[in-house]
Structures are given as structure tokens and as C-alpha cells.
């Protein structure tokens, strides 16, 4: 008997119109968990790096995590892995909501596509029941009348739906798959769906999860969240509205709460060009508390989580759509401090499926390059004069890729290849060729230089977290706060902690090894589905690389301690790295915008790549060295880039 995962993936050819139901080797979840991790097996023994993303022999997967569906918090996620065509690179994408658990109750762990669809058509999946079912209808169609059409078509109102909105049909690549109160936004997904011609997959599941050890499970959740609760009683009220509280985990700062002084010191107009310091006072805050309190329908959480960190939205005249990660990007990427603006509009990009981070950016680079005589008036024809217009304007053209919208669907970098004309200085925010938060940072950090430059999820609130970002100001202050942080790996990383002078850098050994912590959580997560947000964004998150062992142990039935677990966390982060630097990804591609900080250090930035690839086990162009590979049982990876002449 399999436990915590049904030991089935479902595999469709769209070319063929093929349905298989095929049987999984128990080994493999031994060695990368699920998720991401088996993701990435999937796809370096399936999609050579010939394969570009558009090919049919693309595979799209979809991963819940391995204890995604069981009773443990907060475990819902699905990851969704291809080539992206952005980068050209891995894409693991991650949404939250209900579908993954769905699938796991209908007794699959994976739906697995590759070929094309002749013709757009949808994917039911009732238990053992599978059809491959007309979309024609649904094409123009968003996120959520998606959802509920095809809910009423089937007869079936508990049915969890994922799907693609204009922008994927249009293979837009900043386009998103909506998991209808979450989103696999990054890298270009959606674009990937929409050229297999896949609307959507309709997913009822009415079967059990086997739990190897449930009545100890059942206890040891309880445990945690009573753990929990006892943590929050202690904080002070000012403390209770950070990210500890479970009422409100993850709300304050982005739905019941519009103190934006923090995004507005860090956040960058245009398109990451100027910092918006000092734009934010009382006056402003006071006018947005009122659109959200109109604006506001309810908060709601994903499946097993006490967390209602999601914002219904509901306007006049628009679709409710759902709000989580941010009001800021289109009020930044426009310089319009209107939050009525910035709902309006983001809400018809949740509806067309487009990426809140890349698209405002891909708006503001073309309106950039206007000003600048670049782009023209013909290139432009009927554009309207005012910035809300005009943002209006360009969104329609790129989801609909109609005229110069057809260019910039390709992103900022890609589109300033095309444009030239000096087009590619503006085109400034990206690394690995995808656009990143549009953050101005002052001071230089270490560590966030090293998790930019080198992650490879490429969406920084999927590699940041666990390390305060803002240490304590007194050492005093320090000491008191490491006394129980147990989360930690081992007692050096308090000290390291208690020595970070804000004024100063860390040592480079301190940086590297914090970075790899947090790296090393993030890859557990997206192997196991539990959100990072319980996990790897919270200084004293409850679950650790101390307890997590044990929780997998009781689900799975698999032994396992810190230090396997540790052990399987690097064989994924490898394995993504091998298959990205087998598809032409170096030293050359670890870098980060050149203005993100006030002041650089290039020779600096050098020698903490090499500490870092060093630690790692990479060899200095970034590669994982041969030592590394067979130390984590990738023996199968080593032999394949000796042969092409990468090692």
C-alpha cells in the first residue's frame, strides 16, 4: 500500500487523444519526495534539452507535493513544471487553492500532458472516469466564468478547476494558470497550456489518502497548532498583526490593512527605474482603507489552512477575482497612486490569466520607450493620451497580441531584442531573462545578492523568508531573540543571527550557509506541498527541519531524519540545476538588474558566487562538479553531461 500519495500519474497525449493510467516506482518518492522534485526527474528523463518549449514533446506537469491532501497544514500545493518560454529554463510554478487535493482524492499524483490538442478542448477528470472534453465555448473566457460553466456543463458544483484565461490562449508569455483563488503565475505556464490547447482540467475526487500512521499524525497536528496559538498569545497587539497571527497571516499588509510604507520605501516607479520614497502618508492610507472596505467581499484560505490570507474583490462591472499578492505592482509600474486604478485594472489581468509582477513591467517598458521616441506613434495608433488609458490600452493588445502587443507579449527582454533601437537599457529588471519585483534596495545585502542572482524559481517571495530581513537593532535585542528560535539548523546560525550588525555585511560563510538554509526549506516545501508561507517566510516558522522529518515519517511510512531529508532538499535543487545548465544556463546568467541597489560590488559579487557554488558542490562556471553528483545518487545526471561535454 502507498501512503500519502496514490502511486498513479495520469498521463495525456493531446496529439493522439490518448488517456493512460501508469503505476509509479516507490523508489522515487524515496529520493525527491513529489512535487517539484519528481518534476524534475520527469522531465530530465523526458524533455531533452533540444526540446524547445512550444515542441509537443513539452511536457506540462502538474505535482501536487507529496503530503499535499493529507491533514497536515497548510500541505495544498500543486507545482506545475515545463520549459518555460521565457527562459528557456525549468519553470516550477506553484498555486495553493483546492486542485491538488482534488486530484490526490481522485487517486492520481501527477497529470502529466504532452503532444498538441488539433483542437481546444478540456480535461475531466472524475475519479477513475477521464475525458477529454470540447472547450470551444470556453475560449475568451476567464479564470472564474470558466470554472463555473464548466461546473454547470458537468452537473458537478464540487469540482476544482484550473485553467487558462485570453492571455494563455494567445500564448502570451507572461501568462498565468488560475487555480481559481490561486495562481501558477511564473514563468509563462500558461503559455505552454494554451499552445497545447488546453482550456482547462476539471478535477472530483472522492477517494481516501492511505496515512501510514494516522492517529499519531492526528496528534502531532494537534500538538502543532495548539503550539501555535500559545506563540500568538504571547505577542504583543503590534506583533499579533504580523505574519505569527493566524487570524490574519499574511492579511495585514495586503488585505485588511493599507500601511504601505514599507512597499513604497522599496518599491520602483516605471519600470523599476526611480523609487517611489515618499509617496505614502496618512491622507493616502485613510482613502485606500475606504476602497478596499468597498471593495472587500470576504478573506478566504486555501484547503487545511487557518490562514484566510486572500481577499475576494469584488467591482462594479468586473468578475470577483481574489487578491493575495500585492496592490502595488500596476499603481508602481503607472505612477498613479489611485488604488481604485490599481484594483480596476488588476482585475482584468486576473481575468485574461497574466502574471501581477511581469505585466505591469512589460506596460511601463513600452510607454518608457515611447517617451523616449523608440516606440512611435504608428507603432502606437490609438493609443489614449492619459497613463490609466494607456495602461488600459496595452494590456488589451497583449492578451490579444494584437499589434505592438504581439511584441510585447514576449516580455521585456525578449520584445527589446526585437524593438533595438536601444530598446534592450530598458529592459533593465530581469534576471535569467524574467522580470523580478520591482524593488530599489539601498543598501547592498549579501544575501539577497546570492538568492536573486543564483535562485532558479525566479519569484523572490519563493526564495526569501525564515531570515529576518531586518535584524534587531541592539545585540541585546539579538541575543534575547535567538534564545528559542528552534528552527534553526544547528546553534551556529544564532550566533550568526546575534553578530548582524545592520550597519555591516555578514561574513561570506554566513551568508552562504543562510541562503542555503532557506533555499534547502523552500525545495522541502515544493517537494512535500505544504505553502511557503507556513514554512520558509517565517522567522519562527512551526515546521523546521527538526519536526518535518517526522510529520513526512508518519504520513508516508518512510524513515527519514534531518539530515535525509536534508540530503533529498539538495538532490532536487541539483537535479533542477542540471537540467538548466544542461539547456545552456552558466556562471554568465547569475547576475541581478543592474540598479536594483544604490551602491555595487562587483569583485565582491565574484567571490561570493564562488563561496556559494563551493558550498553548493558546483564547479566555478556554476555546474554541479561530477563529486556532487554521485554523492546524491545523480550518477545518471553525471554520465549524461560527460557525454555532451559539460563535465
Not at 494607456?390 to 524593438?419: H, M, P, S
Not at 560590488?601 to 553528483?629: H, M, Q, S, V, W
Request: net charge negative; proline share 5%; charged share 30%.
Amino acid at each position: 500500500m502507498r501512503y500519502a500519495e496514490t502511486g498513479v500519474n495520469l498521463e495525456i497525449d493531446l496529439s493522439r487523444g490518448s488517456i493512460e493510467k501508469e503505476e509509479t516506482d516507490p523508489r522515487l518518492t524515496e529520493l525527491y519526495l513529489g512535487g517539484v522534485g519528481t518534476n524534475a526527474k520527469i522531465l530530465w528523463d523526458r524533455v531533452p534539452p533540444e526540446v524547445e518549449p512550444f515542441s509537443p514533446d513539452n511536457l506540462l506537469i502538474f505535482g501536487p507535493g507529496l503530503l499535499t491532501g493529507t491533514l497536515i497544514t497548510a500541505t495544498n500545493r500543486t507545482i506545475v513544471g515545463t520549459i518555460s518560454p521565457v527562459t528557456l529554463l525549468q519553470a516550477h510554478s506553484m498555486a495553493g487553492g483546492f486542485w491538488g487535493p482534488e486530484l490526490k482524492y481522485a487517486g492520481y499524483d501527477k497529470v502529466i500532458i504532452r503532444g498538441k490538442s488539433p483542437s481546444w478542448v478540456y480535461l475531466w477528470i472524475n475519479n477513475d472516469k477521464v475525458e477529454i472534453r470540447d472547450a470551444s465555448h470556453l475560449l475568451g473566457k476567464g479564470n472564474l466564468e470558466t470554472a463555473e460553466l464548466i461546473r454547470k456543463e458537468l452537473k458537478e458544483d464540487k469540482a476544482q478547476v484550473a485553467s487558462i484565461g485570453l492571455a494563455g490562449e494567445n500564448r502570451v508569455y507572461m501568462a498565468t494558470i488560475d487555480f481559481e483563488k490561486s495562481s501558477a503565475a511564473r514563468p509563462g505556464v500558461g503559455a505552454i497550456m494554451g499552445d497545447k490547447k488546453l482550456k482547462a482540467i476539471a478535477v472530483r475526487g472522492t477517494k481516501d489518502i492511505n496515512i501510514a500512521r494516522p492517529a499519531e499524525l492526528f496528534e502531532l497536528c494537534n500538538e502543532m497548532m495548539k503550539k501555535i496559538r500559545d506563540n500568538i498569545d504571547q505577542l504583543t497587539p503590534k506583533e499579533q498583526r504580523g505574519f505569527l497571527n493566524l487570524s490574519s497571516w499574511g492579511v495585514p499588509d495586503i488585505i485588511k490593512r493599507n500601511d504601505e510604507t514599507w512597499h513604497f520605501l522599496v518599491g520602483a516607479w516605471g519600470n523599476a527605474r526611480e523609487r517611489t520614497k515618499g509617496f505614502w502618508n496618512k491622507e493616502i492610507e485613510k482613502k485606500w482603507d475606504e476602497i478596499m472596505a468597498k471593495a472587500r467581499e470576504r478573506v478566504v484560505g486555501c484547503y487545511n489552512c487557518p490562514v484566510a490570507c486572500t481577499g475576494v474583490i469584488t467591482l462594479p462591472g468586473r468578475q470577483r477575482w481574489f487578491l493575495k499578492c500585492g496592490k502595488q505592482p500596476y499603481i508602481w509600474a503607472a505612477r498613479i497612486e489611485d488604488l481604485d486604478f490599481g484594483l480596476r485594472i488588476q482585475s482584468l489581468g486576473a481575468e485574461y490569466g497574466l502574471d501581477l509582477y511581469s505585466t505591469p513591467q512589460v506596460i511601463a517598458f513600452a510607454l518608457e520607450l515611447y517617451e523616449a521616441g523608440i516606440l512611435t506613434d504608428e507603432d502606437m495608433a490609438g493609443m489614449p493620451s492619459d497613463t490609466e488609458g494607456r495602461f488600459f490600452w496595452l494590456i488589451n493588445k497583449i492578451a490579444r497580441r494584437e499589434g505592438i502587443g504581439d511584441v510585447l507579449a514576449n516580455g521585456t527582454y525578449l520584445a527589446a531584442r526585437q524593438i533595438g533601437k536601444g530598446a534592450e537599457a530598458y529592459a533593465h529588471n530581469t534576471v535569467k531573462k524574467l522580470e523580478q519585483v520591482p524593488f530599489k534596495l539601498g543598501m547592498w545585502d549579501y544575501r539577497w545578492f546570492l538568492m536573486e542572482a543564483t535562485g532558479e524559481k525566479l519569484a523572490n517571495t519563493q526564495f526569501q523568508g525564515l531570515w529576518p530581513p531586518n535584524p534587531l537593532p541592539t545585540r541585546e535585542e539579538r541575543e534575547e531573540f535567538v534564545k528559542d528560535w528552534i528552527g534553526v539548523p544547528n546553534e551556529k546560525f544564532k550566533q550568526y543571527y546575534v553578530d548582524s550588525d545592520p550597519r555591516s555585511h555578514p561574513t561570506m560563510e554566513a551568508a552562504c550557509e543562510t541562503v542555503d538554509w532557506m533555499e534547502m526549506m523552500h525545495y522541502i516545501d515544493d517537494s512535500t506541498g505544504m505553502c511557503n508561507g507556513f514554512d520558509s517566510r517565517v522567522r519562527k516558522t512551526p515546521f523546521d527541519i527538526h519536526n518535518l522529518p517526522h510529520f513526512i515519517s508518519l504520513a508516508t511510512g518512510m524513515a527519514l531524519n534531518e539530515a535525509e531529508l536534508w540530503r533529498i532538499a539538495r538532490r532536487n535543487r541539483t537535479l533542477v540545476r542540471a537540467i538548466n545548465v544542461r539547456r545552456g544556463m552558466r556562471r554568465k546568467d547569475e547576475t541581478i538588474p543592474e540598479d536594483r541597489y544604490k551602491h555595487r560590488d562587483p569583485e565582491t559579487e565574484a567571490k561570493l558566487l564562488d563561496e556559494y557554488y563551493k558550498l553548493k558542490g558546483f564547479n566555478n562556471d556554476g555546474i554541479p562538479t561530477k563529486e556532487t553528483l554521485d554523492e546524491l545518487g545523480l550518477d545518471y545526471v553525471r554520465e549524461d553531461l560527460e557525454q555532451r561535454g559539460i563535465l
